[in-house]
């Protein structure tokens, strides 16, 4: 049997130091769910996230009660969502902001804190794709809930995008703006990135890499 | 699944037989206690094999202990403190 001191020692940590498990979250990819009608793009990410993620909650409860350690946050990264923008046919922020809300339910769906992935990597350039995403995002921020962004705007081989950085900062101030009355809550839910590390299971800086061979 | 059950408190009389009690009735076994006093404080360590019994239904049953008998009662999985002290 573990000693006595050692026991006393973890139910301490739990009682009085608040031990616990910060986070799980789950890696779905989107990449299946391209295409060029919005439409049809939304419901494949929906039927996905739903599909993959409908026991994540549950599971993650069940770990909960079976340890009797607290899992404070569940949550869900996927594939940058550039990639199904970038697949769109006459793309539009109103579409990109379609995208954003299915993602917005499709998380609320499943019960989990923050969907993290609105995300785009452009160090090296925009394509007119990310170049959208970016311009959107002041708006999916303000009209999401639990949607998180994130972009990479430099790394230390490709140096850093400029002009990127720049859109960011107008992107940064028109998400304060638009969420003034919550005190500038979208901010919250957006991350400008150097050196974005792949499957950063980090809110808001959470997105699935695209080595990644899961779900 | 295998638990460490952790009771400390001031001492007093009929602790041991409540909690005891309490796993006779759900079919868990006791398979090793080690207790002291320091203070006039109790501090009770039990090892237990749940066998069908529900956690959620124990954790509830051994709060109602705790605050009638004003006691600090955990029940942990083993495996938890495998985990934080055993490489």
Known sequence: MINPFEIIETINMIDKENLDIRTITMGISLKSCVDPDVDKACEKIYNKITAYAKDLVRVGEEIEEQYGIPIINKRISVTPVSCIIEALEEPSIEKCLKVAKTLDAAAKAVRVNFIGGYSALVHKGCTPGEKLLIESIPEVLANTEIVCSSVNVGTTKAGINMDAVAEMGRVIKKAAELTKETGGFACAKLVVFCNAVEDNPFMAGAFLGEAKAIA | ?87
């Open chain 2, 1 to 87: 699944m295998k638990a460490v059950v952790t009771v400390v408190g001031k001492d007093r009389v009929g602790i041991i037989a409540r909690v005891s009690a309490l796993f006779c009735e759900n079919n868990v076994n006791i398979l090793d206690i080690s207790q002291t006093i320091m203070q006039d404080i109790f501090t009770m360590i039990m090892l237990v094999e749940l066998s069908t019994a529900s956690v959620s239904k124990l954790n509830s049953e051994l709060a109602k202990i705790a605050e009638e008998m004003n006691l600090s009662i955990h029940l942990q999985n083993e495996e938890v403190f495998s985990s934080m002290h055993r490489i």
